[in-house]
């Protein structure tokens, strides 16, 4: 599900400097991993892929600072209580930047590896399942970002 305003990268009011900082928030993202990333801005668009049968999800967020520069967001949410949902946020210098870092996120990273090849008592038979199911988890994650970030650009790409 997607959730976009009109957006235009241009700037067409007439002071959107002023426009901006005018509905600008103060926005604080906690970062796996990181400081949190707080700034002045305003959300431009978001994506979400939640489904209720699906384990995880993901949501993607595009902020313009009050700066001019930009933040891009991925985060990734757990149904289990017994896992901890993700946050990575960049500060970007263009949009062309925020475009490339939500391309180049590798979903597959964010597959945890439950098996290790030192487990006592693995069989190379089970060894090599374990490895079969890590890959088709990495595979499905990849393609669930994939279309997640192509709806994304999509909405972006079409005329405001």
Known sequence: MTQMPAFDTRD???????????????????????????????E?????????????WY???????TGQDFVAAVKLFFQSEHQRDVVHAWECQSFDEVLEVLEDYDAGNDIPIEVFPDT????????????FTLHARVESARQHYAGLIGEILDELQKPA
């Open 12 to 42: 067409t009011a007439a002071d959107p400097e002023a426009a901006l900082n005018s509905a600008a928030d103060t926005i604080t993202l906690k970062r796996t991993g990181l400081r949190p990333l707080s700034f002045e801005g305003t």
């Open 44 to 56: 431009l668009c978001m994506a979400m892929s939640f489904t209720p049968q699906s384990p995880y």
């Open 59 to 65: 949501e993607i967020n595009i902020f313009r600072t």
């Open 120 to 131: 006592p008592g693995l069989s190379i038979g089970e060894m090599a399942a374990h490895a």
